[in-house]
């Protein structure tokens, strides 16, 4: 049966060039999209806040004053 139809009568058709192409360009944008979220909220979202690693510099500032 190599190169026969199913014996059920299922014959899918493989589906156009238009098709195809859509199909990746909505893929690759929605990788660019999750990569590119993954790089702006990664550290947030692995519970590293944009604010902790700096030192606080407000002990530098307001010594004088505590």
Do not use: C, V
Request: glycine share 16%; proline share 8%.
């Amino acid at each position: 049966m190599a190169g026969g139809s199913h014996p059920s009568g299922f014959n899918p058709h493989l589906p156009g060039f238009r098709y195809q192409f859509l199909s990746k360009a909505l893929g690759a944008t929605m990788w660019f999209f999750i990569l590119y979220r993954a790089r702006e909220d990664g550290p947030k979202l692995l519970g590293r806040h944009p604010w902790e690693g700096h030192g606080h510099g407000h002990h530098d500032e307001h010594s004088d004053h505590h």
